[in-house]
């Protein structure tokens, strides 16, 4: 790897010399539109950039290309403009006796939102759009988003797995850093899955994936950063739209919203609000098959089928405001809540049997859950620029707040074979959890000469958290308590970052540097009760995370990027708690207070061709790479004899590499195809259950999407993904894949759009697996409710004044959120 690095920096430091012999005082530069092709006829505008004055003018030919000669040494930067789109400017950079001459990277033009009849109408996006360092997914592009949740418009985007339980992976590493508008989230794994499929689609503007990200942000996240921004208003005036859906699977779902939007003079103010109904199923089959430890014959054998039907509602809102308090100075406030009831009721029969697959006994269970997640949050900001050069100050403090009480009952009836009832149990439980989070952080960028920048930034957070869990068993038709399964576990975590990073554009060469420091202290208290002791933990570390990132612009074709950083993985709280928790009667999970935060190395190479092909490598080395493991119950510790333990654990080195590759093709004028393919191959060598573990498999990915655009308003999609048989840990997940179509249209003189679609049109999506650990061979189906047909109404209001746009502002936090644990339906 160190001697392939060498070849690869030899090499564009040998083309960096042979451009170095071209034309002198000169600034040669690209335009493109947001469909990354050549803009033609777009005005270039050479400016000074001590005072912004014109030095020269000229267009950008019918390739997007403009080029200056004769120029004089100094500072410069460019100004792009064309009808239907906004401004669009350069980042500083400097003619030098050393550097006469510069090729600027490419300038994409963003299409501007405009007054035309006093309706709103936006100029179309592209779904996918490709850029060197990340890849953004346009959401409203996708006739096929209507009606869909957050997660599922991730299931679609390139690069992004879901697996089983709602964990989120990209470019097949999981532990993916997950923000909303840079926010945090707080919420990992399966948890998170909850937030996202009850957050309509429709509330979303686009979707940033990030495999490797610079040293501002977060290390956190090994697999690198999923920005999800949400829809806020840029326009002065009052304007607005509303959203109305109705999606009917197995069961009828529905997501609304709507979004304002107010300013004038020095206030900007917004506000969203959303309500979902999300009704759905989970079917789970399950055939497991335990064996003699000694002479491998299996002696027991144990079939379960289990149905669950999940009702989630939910309710948010966002407020926020902006006040301008002079032309450099900027405050502003975001306040979000969200409140989401939810009821879950299964039932479930397991099957007992000898080897001989003769019935010893019959198990029915019926649960019942009611939850009741509630959120709040805070976001105050202020940004102060200097001057015009770029020297800029912002700083953010945020608030965070999750609450939980859940409600369980479980009753498990045993029969034997003839259906003679045995005997019954009941067990009840209240398990609250209260989650609080303290986040303050200052970035300042500071130009420097030659076009180069500098930035700095501090970040503290701290995380207070509070989990109950208060078990009763129904005995002689009295609750008595179970301390077996009842738990009080208190968490406490403070985080200090501080990062450096600088930036410069050397000619053809874009150069990114940085180094950011993170120190990590915790501490976990379990309470004891009349029969278990106290129990607790500590540790405190810190770590230094290096990021690189260069460019090379070769010529108006070519473009080549070399990335690398080193990122941190650390566990979710609720994941260190060493107790045992109930899920059903032959499934547990239990925490471990000894689970170490994970290291990666990550190293990427991409090239993009003509602006619409864009080829990636990547490999990435994980030290301490943790994952959920599965144990079978040992009676020592008062485990049953053939329940499954699932616990998270550090199982050794995971070795990545893969190949990525991205296209969108004009197959006609009214016909676009975009095309995405990754392999990956994943390779795990370590220690688990006292068993060597050696394990390699490769995964292919497949993604396109076809967007038809016909006349008189009409529009139409055509998408479908596919995935080839992986592991994910100790699981080995067979094939699968979905397709889905829908067709839009334009009505109300533009102000209203409608649209019909259908989701996994072929009911595909179905995961299926098999895991084998210890003296347990285990094989699964899990079916949901995805084969969903969505009829959506989206009406535009309001008339917006011409004028500056006001800056989307983000907060603080973005790693805390990611490793809170949530209740969530499936």
Same mark, same amino acid.
């Given at each position: 790897m160190k001697k392939t690095l060498f070849l690869l920096t030899l090499a564009l430091s040998t083309l960096s010399l042979v451009s170095m012999g071209q034309s002198t005082n000169s600034i040669k530069g690209k335009v493109t539109d947001a469909s990354n092709k050549p803009a033609e006829a777009a005005t270039i505008s050479l400016l000074l950039a001590k005072d912004s004055s014109a030095v020269k003018i000229q267009s950008s030919d019918k390739s997007g290309n403009f080029e200056f000669l004769d120029l004089s040494l100094g500072r410069y930067l460019i100004l792009v403009t064309a009808i239907g789109y906004d401004k669009s400017y350069s980042a500083p950079f400097e003619l030098t006796t050393t550097n006469p001459s510069a090729q600027?990277?490419?300038?994409?033009?963003?299409?501007?939102?405009?007054?035309?009849?006093?309706?709103?109408?936006?100029?179309?996006?592209?779904?996918?759009?490709?850029?060197?360092?990340?890849?953004?997914?346009?959401?409203?592009?996708?006739?096929?988003?209507?009606?869909?949740?957050?997660?599922?418009?991730?299931?679609?985007?390139?690069?992004?797995?879901?697996?089983?339980?709602?964990?989120?992976?990209?470019k097949g590493k999981q532990s993916v850093q997950v923000m909303m508008d840079g926010r945090p989230t707080y919420l990992t794994g399966e948890q998170l899955a909850s937030l996202l499929k009850s957050m309509p689609a429709s509330s979303i503007d686009q979707i940033e994936l990030v495999t490797n990200p610079s040293a501002k942000y977060d290390a956190a996240g090994n697999s690198g950063i999923i920005n999800i921004k949400t829809k806020k208003n840029k326009q002065k005036g009052f304007n607005g739209n509303l959203s109305l859906n109705y999606g009917q699977g197995a069961y009828w779902k529905t997501n609304n919203s709507l979004n304002l939007n107010y300013r004038t003079g020095k206030f900007n103010f917004f506000a969203n609000g959303g309500y979902s109904v999300w009704n759905s199923f989970q079917q789970l089959d399950i055939n497991r098959e335990f064996s003699d430890a000694s002479s491998k014959e299996i002696n027991a054998i144990f079939e379960q089928t289990s149905f669950m039907?999940?009702?989630?509602?939910?309710?948010?809102?966002?407020?926020?405001?902006?006040?301008?308090?002079?032309?450099?100075?900027?405050?502003?406030?975001?306040?979000?809540?969200?409140?989401?009831?939810?009821?879950?009721?299964?039932?479930?029969?397991?099957?007992?049997?000898?080897?001989?697959?003769?019935?010893?006994?019959?198990?029915?269970?019926?649960?019942?859950?009611?939850?009741?997640?509630? $959120?709040?949050?805070?976001?105050? @900001?202020? #940004?102060?620029?200097?001057?015009?050069?770029?020297?800029?100050?912002? /700083?953010? =403090? +945020?608030?965070?707040?999750?609450?939980?009480?859940?409600?369980?009952?479980?009753?498990?009836?045993?029969?034997?074979?003839?259906? $003679?009832?045995?005997?019954?149990? @009941?067990? #009840?439980?209240?398990?609250?959890?209260?989650?609080?989070?303290?986040? /303050?952080? =200052? +970035?300042?960028?500071?130009?420097?000469?030659?076009?180069?920048?500098?930035?700095?930034?501090?970040?503290?957070?701290?995380?207070?958290?509070?989990?109950?869990?208060?078990?009763?068993?129904?005995?002689?038709?009295?609750?008595?308590?179970?301390?077996?399964?009842?738990?009080?576990?208190?968490?406490?975590?403070?985080?200090?970052?501080?990062?450096?990073?600088?930036n410069r554009q050397i000619k053809k060469f874009g150069i990114q540097a940085g180094l950011r420091y993170e120190h990590t202290r915790y501490e976990g208290h379990q309470y004891g009760n009349p029969e278990r002791t106290d129990s607790s933990f500590s540790r405190s570390y810190g770590s230094l995370f290096p990021t690189l990132f260069i460019s090379y612009a070769a010529n108006d074709k070519n473009q080549f990027a070399v990335s690398y950083g080193r990122r941190i993985d650390r566990p979710a709280y609720q994941d260190l708690n060493p107790f045992l928790f109930f899920l059903d009667k032959y499934t547990y999970g239990r925490g471990n207070p000894y689970l170490q935060p994970q290291f990666t190395h990550n190293i990427e190479l991409t090239h993009t061709y003509k602006g619409f092909l864009t080829t990636t490598l990547n490999y990435s080395q994980t030290k301490d790479f943790f994952s959920e493991t599965f144990a079978q119950g040992n009676p020592q510790f008062n485990e049953p004899?053939?329940?499954?333990?699932?616990?998270?654990?550090?199982?050794?080195?995971?070795?990545?590499?893969?190949?990525?590759?991205?296209?969108?093709?004009?197959?006609?004028?009214?016909?676009?195809?975009?095309?995405?393919?990754?392999?990956?191959?994943?390779?795990?060598?370590?220690?688990?259950?006292?068993?060597?573990?050696?394990?390699?498999?490769?995964?292919?990915?497949?993604?396109?999407?076809?967007?038809?655009?016909?006349?008189?308003?009409?529009?139409?999609e055509l998408s479908g993904?596919?995935?080839?048989?992986?592991?994910?840990?100790?699981?080995?997940?067979?094939?699968?894949?979905?397709?889905?179509?829908?067709?839009?249209?334009?009505?109300?003189?533009?102000?209203?759009?409608?649209?019909?679609?259908?989701?996994?049109?072929?009911?595909?999506?179905?995961?299926?697996?098999?895991?084998?650990?210890?003296?347990?061979?285990?094989?699964?189906?899990?079916?949901?409710?995805?084969?969903?047909?969505?009829?959506?109404?989206?009406?535009?209001?309001?008339?917006?004044?011409?004028?500056?746009?006001?800056?989307?502002?983000?907060?603080?936090?973005?790693?805390?959120?990611?490793?809170?644990?949530?209740?969530?339906?499936?």
């Amino acid at each position: 790897m160190k001697k392939t690095l060498f070849l690869l920096t030899l090499a564009l430091s040998t083309l960096s010399l042979v451009s170095m012999g071209q034309s002198t005082n000169s600034i040669k530069g690209k335009v493109t539109d947001a469909s990354n092709k050549p803009a033609e006829a777009a005005t270039i505008s050479l400016l000074l950039a001590k005072d912004s004055s014109a030095v020269k003018i000229q267009s950008s030919d019918k390739s997007g290309n403009f080029e200056f000669l004769d120029l004089s040494l100094g500072r410069y930067l460019i100004l792009v403009t064309a009808i239907g789109y906004d401004k669009s400017y350069s980042a500083p950079f400097e003619l030098t006796t050393t550097n006469p001459s510069a090729q600027l990277p490419s300038v994409q033009l963003r299409a501007v939102v405009k007054e035309m009849e006093g309706v709103t109408v936006v100029q179309r996006k592209p779904f996918i759009e490709q850029k060197i360092d990340k890849t953004v997914v346009n959401v409203d592009a996708a006739v096929t988003n209507v009606g869909a949740t957050a997660l599922e418009v991730l299931e679609k985007s390139p690069g992004v797995m879901v697996d089983k339980d709602g964990n989120i992976s990209l470019k097949g590493k999981q532990s993916v850093q997950v923000m909303m508008d840079g926010r945090p989230t707080y919420l990992t794994g399966e948890q998170l899955a909850s937030l996202l499929k009850s957050m309509p689609a429709s509330s979303i503007d686009q979707i940033e994936l990030v495999t490797n990200p610079s040293a501002k942000y977060d290390a956190a996240g090994n697999s690198g950063i999923i920005n999800i921004k949400t829809k806020k208003n840029k326009q002065k005036g009052f304007n607005g739209n509303l959203s109305l859906n109705y999606g009917q699977g197995a069961y009828w779902k529905t997501n609304n919203s709507l979004n304002l939007n107010y300013r004038t003079g020095k206030f900007n103010f917004f506000a969203n609000g959303g309500y979902s109904v999300w009704n759905s199923f989970q079917q789970l089959d399950i055939n497991r098959e335990f064996s003699d430890a000694s002479s491998k014959e299996i002696n027991a054998i144990f079939e379960q089928t289990s149905f669950m039907k999940n009702e989630n509602k939910n309710y948010n809102i966002k407020l926020g405001a902006d006040y301008f308090l002079s032309k450099k100075t900027t405050l502003g406030f975001v306040l979000n809540g969200n409140f989401s009831p939810e009821n879950q009721n299964g039932h479930n029969i397991s099957y007992m049997m000898n080897a001989a697959a003769q019935t010893d006994s019959i198990i029915t269970a019926t649960s019942s859950n009611t939850d009741l997640w509630k $959120n709040k949050s805070i976001n105050l @900001n202020i #940004r102060h620029q200097f001057d015009s050069t770029g020297k800029e100050l912002t /700083a953010d =403090v +945020d608030y965070i707040s999750y609450g939980s009480n859940s409600r369980q009952l479980f009753v498990n009836t045993t029969f034997d074979p003839q259906w $003679n009832q045995r005997y019954v149990e @009941n067990l #009840r439980g209240r398990l609250p959890i209260d989650i609080d989070i303290y986040s /303050a952080k =200052v +970035d300042y960028t500071h130009p420097l000469k030659k076009g180069a920048k500098m930035e700095a930034g501090f970040k503290t957070s701290f995380v207070n958290t509070d989990n109950n869990a208060d078990y009763s068993n129904l005995v002689d038709e009295k609750w008595t308590a179970d301390y077996d399964k009842s738990n009080n576990f208190k968490y406490q975590e403070n985080i200090l970052a501080g990062y450096l990073n600088y930036n410069r554009q050397i000619k053809k060469f874009g150069i990114q540097a940085g180094l950011r420091y993170e120190h990590t202290r915790y501490e976990g208290h379990q309470y004891g009760n009349p029969e278990r002791t106290d129990s607790s933990f500590s540790r405190s570390y810190g770590s230094l995370f290096p990021t690189l990132f260069i460019s090379y612009a070769a010529n108006d074709k070519n473009q080549f990027a070399v990335s690398y950083g080193r990122r941190i993985d650390r566990p979710a709280y609720q994941d260190l708690n060493p107790f045992l928790f109930f899920l059903d009667k032959y499934t547990y999970g239990r925490g471990n207070p000894y689970l170490q935060p994970q290291f990666t190395h990550n190293i990427e190479l991409t090239h993009t061709y003509k602006g619409f092909l864009t080829t990636t490598l990547n490999y990435s080395q994980t030290k301490d790479f943790f994952s959920e493991t599965f144990a079978q119950g040992n009676p020592q510790f008062n485990e049953p004899e053939y329940a499954t333990i699932v616990r998270q654990g550090n199982i050794g080195t995971r070795q990545n590499a893969g190949a990525s590759i991205s296209a969108q093709v004009p197959v006609q004028k009214w016909w676009t195809a975009i095309l995405y393919t990754n392999y990956n191959y994943n390779k795990f060598n370590g220690v688990l259950n006292n068993e060597k573990i050696d394990v390699a498999a490769g995964t292919l990915m497949l993604n396109v999407n076809n967007q038809f655009k016909f006349n008189k308003g009409w529009s139409a999609e055509l998408s479908g993904w596919y995935r080839s048989k992986g592991v994910e840990g100790q699981i080995l997940i067979d094939p699968m894949g979905a397709v889905a179509a829908g067709i839009s249209k334009q009505v109300l003189k533009s102000k209203g759009t409608l649209k019909l679609n259908v989701r996994d049109m072929f009911y595909t999506q179905k995961v299926t697996g098999q895991i084998d650990f210890q003296t347990t061979k285990a094989s699964f189906t899990n079916l949901r409710d995805t084969r969903v047909v969505n009829l959506s109404f989206v009406y535009r209001f309001g008339k917006p004044i011409k004028g500056p746009q006001p800056r989307r502002k983000t907060g603080g936090a973005n790693d805390e959120q990611n490793r809170v644990k949530m209740g969530g339906n499936n």
